[in-house]
Each structure stands twice: as structure tokens, then as C-alpha cells.
């Protein structure tokens, strides 16, 4: 059964077993090819291991099977930040981010990334989001003031940055 292997090489994988978890998740996947979630795993166990060549190729099955799934995006921004490749880090959780706009953790990884891209901006604009996503508006205060500090508060962006910071005020009153 595919599930169970795939679900015995999530167990070993949580518990650092990454022999065992790797040998669980490859042969689920023999014996489910088309399953994008095992894919999707099998890419973490490969890029928590340093075997990033094959976690590219695991990435890349996956999101053949399911191009719209923003876990995928996410769990390959992580394989890209483990090989400095920041800039294409920052393309995969942008793209997470677009396919789950209401989720904070892509916006976390964006903040993270931009920050050690040294966009500033960009960083403190996410990380803000972010914290809008978990409902810690004091935090997405904070980090959003900071953001529209770089961007400038006439500029475009500053605008955009001003109208989210004004409807987070508007709702605390």
C-alpha cells in the first residue's frame, strides 16, 4: 500500500530516520508514480539529505502532477535557499504566496528571503503581511511602518503600503 509506505516515511523522516525514511518513500513512490504528494516528499527528504540534484527532480515530477499546489512552491523556495540560490527562492514562494494568498508562511519565507537579498522593502513588506496572516497586527504594524520607511510614503509602493496600514488601524478601533 503506497499510503502506508508513504505515511511510515513521514514517521522516520520526523524522527531523523532518513534511511528509513527514504527507503519507505521510494518505494511508495514505485508503487504510486503519479502521486505528487509522495513527490513533494520525497523532494524534502532529498534536500534535508544535500542530494539536491535528485530533490530538483522529485520538485519537478511533483509539480508536473500538480502545477497549482503552493506546498510544492514552498518546499522548493526551502531547496533553493539550501543551495544559495536566493533569488530563485524568492520566484518559488512568490509563486506560493499567488496560488495561497491567505496563508502566512509563504509570506514569512518572502520576508526571510528578501532580507537576506537585502531588499529591505520587500522584506519588511512580507514579514508584515505575515504577521497580518496570524493576526498579529501590532507585529504587521511594525514591520509594514518600516516597510513604507524604505519605499517611501509618496512613492507607488508607499501608497499601497499606507492603504493596508490604514485598514488594519481602521479595524482595531
Same mark, same amino acid.
Given at each position: ?17 532518513? =534511511? #528509513? %525514511? ?5 518505494? $511508495?513512490?514505485? &508503487?504510486? +508514480? ?5 513527490? @513533494?516528499? *520525497? ?43 536566493? =533569488? #530563485? %527562492? ?5 509563486? $506560493?504566496?499567488? &496560488?495561497? +494568498? ?5 509570506? @514569512?519565507? *518572502? ?63
Amino acid at each position: 500500500n503506497s499510503e502506508a509506505m508513504q505515511l511510515l516515511g513521514l514517521a522516520y523522516y520526523y524522527k531523523g530516520m532518513w =534511511p #528509513e %525514511a527514504r527507503e519507505n518513500l521510494e518505494r $511508495a513512490s514505485a &508503487l504510486n +508514480p503519479k502521486c505528487p504528494g509522495i513527490d @513533494r516528499d *520525497l523532494g524534502q527528504l532529498y534536500t534535508r539529505t544535500g542530494q539536491y540534484r535528485i530533490a530538483h527532480e522529485a520538485f519537478d515530477r511533483a509539480l508536473s502532477l500538480e502545477p497549482k499546489e503552493p506546498l510544492n512552491y514552498l518546499f522548493l523556495g526551502g531547496l533553493f535557499e539550501q543551495e544559495s540560490k536566493l =533569488p #530563485e %527562492a524568492a520566484g518559488a514562494y512568490l509563486n $506560493a504566496a499567488n &496560488l495561497a +494568498p491567505l496563508w502566512n508562511e509563504p509570506a @514569512r519565507q *518572502l520576508g526571510i528571503v528578501y532580507g537576506k537579498l537585502n531588499r529591505l522593502g520587500d522584506a519588511y513588506y512580507y514579514l508584515g503581511r505575515s504577521h497580518l496572516l496570524s493576526d498579529e497586527d501590532e507585529l504587521a504594524i511594525a514591520d509594514l511602518e518600516r516597510a513604507i520607511k524604505i519605499a517611501g510614503q509618496t512613492s507607488p509602493r508607499g501608497q499601497i503600503i499606507k492603504e493596508e496600514l490604514d485598514v488594519i488601524r481602521a479595524r482595531k478601533r
